[in-house]
Protein backbone atom coordinates (compact mmCIF):
# COMPACT_ATOMS: atom_id res chain seq x y z
CA UNK A 1 0.00 0.00 0.00
CA UNK A 2 2.66 2.71 1.05
CA UNK A 3 5.21 1.25 -1.76
CA UNK A 4 1.25 1.75 -3.79
CA UNK A 5 1.23 5.32 -2.57
CA UNK A 6 4.59 6.50 -3.44
CA UNK A 7 4.38 5.35 -6.74
CA UNK A 8 1.52 7.86 -7.25
CA UNK A 9 3.24 10.53 -5.67
CA UNK A 10 6.19 10.53 -7.87
CA UNK A 11 3.72 10.14 -10.93
CA UNK A 12 1.98 13.36 -10.21
CA UNK A 13 5.05 15.18 -9.47
CA UNK A 14 6.95 14.31 -12.43
CA UNK A 15 3.10 15.08 -14.45
CA UNK A 16 3.51 18.68 -12.21
CA UNK A 17 6.97 19.21 -13.46
CA UNK A 18 6.52 18.79 -16.79
CA UNK A 19 3.11 20.61 -16.67
CA UNK A 20 5.13 23.71 -15.38
CA UNK A 21 8.16 23.35 -18.03
CA UNK A 22 5.34 23.20 -20.71
CA UNK A 23 3.21 26.07 -19.55
CA UNK A 24 5.65 28.65 -18.54
CA UNK A 25 6.58 30.08 -21.71
CA UNK A 26 3.17 30.71 -22.46
CA UNK A 27 2.88 31.85 -18.26
CA UNK A 28 6.05 34.53 -19.22
CA UNK A 29 4.08 35.50 -22.63
CA UNK A 30 1.03 36.65 -20.94
CA UNK A 31 2.76 37.94 -17.84
CA UNK A 32 5.21 40.42 -20.13
CA UNK A 33 2.48 41.19 -22.44
CA UNK A 34 1.20 43.46 -18.89
CA UNK A 35 4.39 45.01 -18.91
CA UNK A 36 5.84 48.38 -19.73
CA UNK A 37 9.04 48.76 -21.46
CA UNK A 38 11.20 49.02 -18.50
CA UNK A 39 10.19 46.06 -16.34
CA UNK A 40 10.51 43.81 -19.23
CA UNK A 41 14.19 44.11 -18.95
CA UNK A 42 13.94 44.55 -15.45
CA UNK A 43 16.94 42.42 -13.40
CA UNK A 44 16.04 40.32 -11.73
CA UNK A 45 13.09 39.81 -13.85
CA UNK A 46 9.74 40.04 -12.36
CA UNK A 47 7.12 36.82 -12.34
CA UNK A 48 4.31 39.17 -11.71
CA UNK A 49 2.69 42.09 -13.40
CA UNK A 50 -0.53 44.26 -12.90
CA UNK A 51 -2.93 43.72 -15.68
CA UNK A 52 -3.22 46.74 -18.44
CA UNK A 53 -4.52 46.60 -21.54
CA UNK A 54 -2.36 49.29 -22.34
CA UNK A 55 0.11 46.95 -24.94
CA UNK A 56 -3.23 45.46 -26.24
CA UNK A 57 -4.70 48.46 -27.38
CA UNK A 58 -1.68 49.80 -28.84
CA UNK A 59 -1.11 46.46 -30.54
CA UNK A 60 -4.53 46.68 -31.99
CA UNK A 61 -4.50 50.05 -33.01
CA UNK A 62 -1.67 49.72 -35.04
CA UNK A 63 -1.86 50.57 -38.60
CA UNK A 64 -3.37 48.62 -41.21
CA UNK A 65 -3.96 45.52 -38.16
CA UNK A 66 -7.37 45.07 -39.51
CA UNK A 67 -5.85 43.91 -42.90
CA UNK A 68 -3.64 41.44 -40.88
CA UNK A 69 -6.48 40.26 -39.42
CA UNK A 70 -8.87 40.30 -42.44
CA UNK A 71 -6.10 38.10 -44.61
CA UNK A 72 -4.90 35.86 -41.78
CA UNK A 73 -8.95 34.56 -41.50
CA UNK A 74 -9.56 34.63 -44.90
CA UNK A 75 -6.59 32.84 -45.86
CA UNK A 76 -7.11 30.08 -42.73
CA UNK A 77 -10.43 29.45 -43.21
CA UNK A 78 -10.02 29.03 -46.88
CA UNK A 79 -6.87 26.70 -46.11
CA UNK A 80 -8.79 23.96 -44.33
CA UNK A 81 -12.39 23.91 -45.83
CA UNK A 82 -10.61 23.19 -49.11
CA UNK A 83 -8.14 20.58 -48.20
CA UNK A 84 -10.59 19.18 -46.08
CA UNK A 85 -13.14 18.44 -48.95
CA UNK A 86 -10.39 17.64 -51.04
CA UNK A 87 -8.12 15.14 -48.39
CA UNK A 88 -11.72 13.84 -47.62
CA UNK A 89 -12.28 12.12 -50.83
CA UNK A 90 -8.81 11.65 -51.45
CA UNK A 91 -7.77 9.63 -47.91
CA UNK A 92 -11.58 7.84 -48.33
CA UNK A 93 -10.11 6.87 -51.99
CA UNK A 94 -6.64 5.65 -50.61
CA UNK A 95 -8.39 3.43 -47.96
CA UNK A 96 -10.82 1.55 -49.17
CA UNK A 97 -10.61 1.61 -52.95
CA UNK A 98 -8.49 -0.93 -54.73
CA UNK A 99 -6.51 1.30 -57.21
CA UNK A 100 -3.65 0.23 -58.26
CA UNK A 101 0.13 2.46 -56.66
CA UNK A 102 -3.02 3.49 -53.91
CA UNK A 103 -0.01 2.66 -51.24
CA UNK A 104 2.52 4.73 -53.22
CA UNK A 105 0.60 8.06 -53.81
CA UNK A 106 -0.01 7.67 -50.10
CA UNK A 107 3.84 7.68 -49.28
CA UNK A 108 4.48 9.99 -51.84
CA UNK A 109 1.82 12.70 -49.96
CA UNK A 110 3.36 12.29 -47.04
CA UNK A 111 6.88 12.61 -48.51
CA UNK A 112 6.30 16.27 -49.78
CA UNK A 113 5.69 16.63 -45.77
CA UNK A 114 8.78 16.16 -45.16
CA UNK A 115 10.80 18.44 -47.15
CA UNK A 116 12.32 21.73 -45.48
CA UNK A 117 10.06 24.70 -46.45
CA UNK A 118 13.23 27.11 -46.57
CA UNK A 119 14.24 24.85 -49.37
CA UNK A 120 11.30 25.23 -51.92
CA UNK A 121 10.97 29.23 -50.94
CA UNK A 122 13.37 30.84 -54.61
CA UNK A 123 11.55 28.62 -56.29
CA UNK A 124 8.03 29.33 -54.75
CA UNK A 125 8.64 33.23 -55.32
CA UNK A 126 9.87 32.76 -58.73
CA UNK A 127 6.97 30.90 -59.32
CA UNK A 128 4.59 33.55 -57.57
CA UNK A 129 6.37 36.08 -59.84
CA UNK A 130 6.09 35.15 -63.03
CA UNK A 131 2.57 33.97 -62.40
CA UNK A 132 1.47 37.29 -60.75
CA UNK A 133 1.36 35.61 -57.73
CA UNK A 134 3.22 37.72 -55.31
CA UNK A 135 1.46 40.09 -52.27
CA UNK A 136 -2.06 38.32 -53.38
CA UNK A 137 -4.11 36.49 -50.87
CA UNK A 138 -4.52 34.04 -53.84
CA UNK A 139 -0.97 32.77 -53.93
CA UNK A 140 -0.99 31.96 -50.11
CA UNK A 141 -4.43 30.43 -49.92
CA UNK A 142 -3.34 28.07 -53.09
CA UNK A 143 0.22 27.61 -50.90
CA UNK A 144 -1.23 27.06 -47.49
CA UNK A 145 -3.99 24.68 -49.23
CA UNK A 146 -1.26 22.54 -51.11
CA UNK A 147 0.73 22.13 -48.04
CA UNK A 148 -2.45 21.22 -46.00
CA UNK A 149 -4.06 18.63 -48.10
CA UNK A 150 -0.96 16.12 -47.67
CA UNK A 151 -1.81 16.30 -43.97
CA UNK A 152 -5.31 15.98 -44.25
CA UNK A 153 -5.11 12.85 -46.42
CA UNK A 154 -2.79 11.55 -44.14
CA UNK A 155 -4.36 11.99 -40.94
CA UNK A 156 -7.97 11.44 -42.32
CA UNK A 157 -6.77 7.97 -43.52
CA UNK A 158 -6.09 6.38 -40.50
CA UNK A 159 -9.56 7.56 -39.35
CA UNK A 160 -11.13 6.02 -41.94
CA UNK A 161 -9.16 2.57 -41.91
CA UNK A 162 -10.87 2.52 -38.16
CA UNK A 163 -14.33 2.60 -39.90
CA UNK A 164 -15.56 -1.13 -39.90
CA UNK A 165 -16.10 -2.09 -43.43
CA UNK A 166 -18.77 -4.48 -42.24
CA UNK A 167 -20.96 -1.26 -41.36
CA UNK A 168 -20.08 0.40 -45.18
CA UNK A 169 -21.23 -3.37 -46.77
CA UNK A 170 -24.11 -3.39 -45.11
CA UNK A 171 -24.86 -0.59 -46.36
CA UNK A 172 -24.19 -1.40 -49.80
CA UNK A 173 -26.06 -4.73 -49.42
CA UNK A 174 -29.56 -2.19 -49.25
CA UNK A 175 -28.88 -0.52 -52.42
CA UNK A 176 -26.54 2.73 -50.85
CA UNK A 177 -23.94 3.26 -53.60
CA UNK A 178 -20.29 4.28 -52.58
CA UNK A 179 -21.71 8.65 -52.44
CA UNK A 180 -24.25 8.20 -50.19
CA UNK A 181 -22.23 5.71 -47.74
CA UNK A 182 -19.18 7.45 -47.44
CA UNK A 183 -21.72 10.94 -46.39
CA UNK A 184 -23.73 9.00 -44.76
CA UNK A 185 -21.38 6.44 -42.36
CA UNK A 186 -18.34 7.59 -43.13
CA UNK A 187 -18.11 10.90 -42.35
CA UNK A 188 -20.27 11.03 -39.23
CA UNK A 189 -18.44 8.48 -38.06
CA UNK A 190 -15.17 10.75 -38.40
CA UNK A 191 -16.48 13.70 -37.30
CA UNK A 192 -14.22 13.73 -34.31
CA UNK A 193 -10.95 13.07 -37.07
CA UNK A 194 -12.24 15.78 -38.81
CA UNK A 195 -12.39 17.99 -35.71
CA UNK A 196 -9.00 17.70 -34.88
CA UNK A 197 -7.30 17.22 -38.43
CA UNK A 198 -9.38 20.96 -38.97
CA UNK A 199 -7.70 22.46 -35.80
CA UNK A 200 -4.37 21.59 -36.41
CA UNK A 201 -4.55 22.54 -40.00
CA UNK A 202 -5.92 25.53 -38.68
CA UNK A 203 -3.26 26.54 -36.55
CA UNK A 204 -0.43 25.39 -39.14
CA UNK A 205 -2.22 28.38 -41.73
CA UNK A 206 -2.61 30.73 -39.09
CA UNK A 207 0.55 30.54 -37.79
CA UNK A 208 2.38 29.97 -41.35
CA UNK A 209 4.76 32.96 -40.81
CA UNK A 210 7.91 32.46 -43.43
CA UNK A 211 5.85 31.96 -46.86
CA UNK A 212 3.98 35.47 -45.35
CA UNK A 213 7.17 37.23 -44.78
CA UNK A 214 8.50 35.98 -47.96
CA UNK A 215 5.40 36.42 -50.21
CA UNK A 216 4.31 39.50 -49.79
CA UNK A 217 4.89 43.28 -49.63
CA UNK A 218 1.97 44.84 -48.54
CA UNK A 219 -1.69 44.23 -49.30
CA UNK A 220 -1.60 40.37 -48.45
CA UNK A 221 0.45 40.74 -45.32
CA UNK A 222 -1.20 38.66 -42.73
CA UNK A 223 -1.09 38.55 -38.55
CA UNK A 224 1.74 36.88 -37.80
CA UNK A 225 3.84 39.34 -39.48
CA UNK A 226 2.68 42.23 -37.21
CA UNK A 227 5.30 41.34 -34.71
CA UNK A 228 8.09 42.48 -36.83
CA UNK A 229 7.12 45.96 -36.20
CA UNK A 230 8.33 45.71 -32.73
CA UNK A 231 11.72 45.08 -34.15
CA UNK A 232 14.60 47.28 -34.90
CA UNK A 233 17.41 48.65 -35.01
CA UNK A 234 16.97 50.61 -31.41
CA UNK A 235 15.61 47.22 -29.90
CA UNK A 236 13.09 44.88 -29.80
CA UNK A 237 9.92 45.62 -27.81
CA UNK A 238 9.55 42.42 -25.93
CA UNK A 239 6.14 43.73 -24.26
CA UNK A 240 4.74 44.20 -27.63
CA UNK A 241 5.96 40.82 -29.32
CA UNK A 242 4.41 38.96 -26.15
CA UNK A 243 0.97 41.13 -27.04
CA UNK A 244 1.72 40.30 -30.46
CA UNK A 245 1.58 36.81 -29.45
CA UNK A 246 -1.11 36.35 -26.79
CA UNK A 247 -3.76 38.39 -29.17
CA UNK A 248 -2.34 35.55 -32.42
CA UNK A 249 -3.14 32.65 -30.41
CA UNK A 250 -6.45 33.25 -29.01
CA UNK A 251 -8.17 32.66 -32.27
CA UNK A 252 -6.57 28.84 -32.23
CA UNK A 253 -7.65 28.46 -28.52
CA UNK A 254 -11.16 30.02 -29.25
CA UNK A 255 -11.26 27.10 -31.97
CA UNK A 256 -10.18 24.61 -30.16
CA UNK A 257 -12.82 25.25 -27.31
CA UNK A 258 -15.19 25.09 -29.97
CA UNK A 259 -14.58 21.95 -30.87
CA UNK A 260 -13.31 20.27 -27.73
CA UNK A 261 -16.08 17.95 -27.57
CA UNK A 262 -14.48 16.10 -31.01
CA UNK A 263 -11.18 17.47 -30.96
CA UNK A 264 -10.72 15.20 -27.29
CA UNK A 265 -12.04 11.64 -28.64
CA UNK A 266 -10.71 12.85 -32.28
CA UNK A 267 -6.86 12.83 -30.68
CA UNK A 268 -7.25 9.40 -29.10
CA UNK A 269 -9.43 7.52 -31.93
CA UNK A 270 -8.53 4.54 -33.78
CA UNK A 271 -5.41 4.17 -30.49
CA UNK A 272 -7.27 0.75 -29.15
CA UNK A 273 -8.73 -1.12 -31.55
CA UNK A 274 -12.01 -3.66 -30.69
Known amino acids: MKHRRRTQIVCYTIAI ?24 FAQPPQFFAIPTLKNYLEFLQQNQILLYLRNSILISVVSVVVPLILGLFASYAVTRSRLPGKEGFAMFLLASRFIPPVSTLIPTYLLFRQFGL ?17 YVVYMMRGFIQDVPLAIEESAWLDGAGRLRTFFSIVLPMCRPGI ?69 GSGMSFGAVKG
Not at 251 to 259: E, R
Request: overall charge neutral; proline content about 4%.
Open 195 to 263: AATAVLSFCFSWNEFMYAMNLTSRNAKTLPLAMMAYMGESGTEWQMMATAGIVILLPTVVFAILTHRNL
Open 134 to 150: YDTLAGLILLNTAMNIP
Open 17 to 40: AVTAFTLFPLYWTLITSFKTYREA
